[in-house]
């Protein structure tokens, strides 16, 4: 038995075509970039949430300290100031600039690479029978990809004595 073959010279077809081609890098090309989209994107995200988490932080430290600071509205001389009955009286506001603690590359000292935050803390008096202060902690910060603004904070009341 014999058969025969076909070659190009013959007038058959072999191979694909020039559109074919043109559109299977089309899709192949769609699907790449849907990909480095996709995998950006979870980056941006996982970028954004450290942020937050570490300005939230920030926000509960400040706020932390500020609940730390003796309060004895009772105790007789009255005075305010450190190392007194009344460390932070109300109405307080305290400003305090740092570095935002998340991992990055270079030095954090460098204005280059680090990511500054602003943490302002108000005490005021909430109620004043029986006497509760709240304690506000703003922490403010910027997203660097976005240059958008955010504020995290933190708000604790306190009676005294605790």
């Known amino acids: 038995m014999h058969t025969k073959t076909k070659h190009l010279s013959d007038g058959g077809e072999a191979g694909f075509s020039l559109g074919e081609v043109l559109i299977a890098f089309g899709v192949l090309m769609m699907v790449f970039s849907g990909l480095i989209y996709g995998y950006v994107q979870a980056n941006r995200m996982a970028e954004f949430s450290s942020m937050t988490l570490a300005a939230q932080s920030y926000a509960s430290q400040g706020a932390e300290q500020a609940r730390a600071a003796d309060w004895r509205p009772r105790d007789w001389p009255h005075a305010t100031g450190f190392g007194t009955m009344d460390e932070l009286p109300a109405p307080t506001n305290y400003t305090e600039t740092s570095i935002l603690d998340v991992p990055i590359k270079g ?18 008096t909430y109620l004043s029978n029986p006497t509760v202060r709240q ?11 976005t240059s958008t603004v ?13």
């Open 150 to 162: 955010y504020t995290n904070t933190v708000i604790l009341l306190r009676g005294p004595d605790q």
């Open 135 to 145: 304690i506000r902690s703003d922490c403010i910060w910027m997203f660097p990809l």
């Open 107 to 124: 030095s954090p000292t460098n204005s280059d690479f680090a990511f500054f935050i602003t943490n302002n803390i108000t005490i005021t």
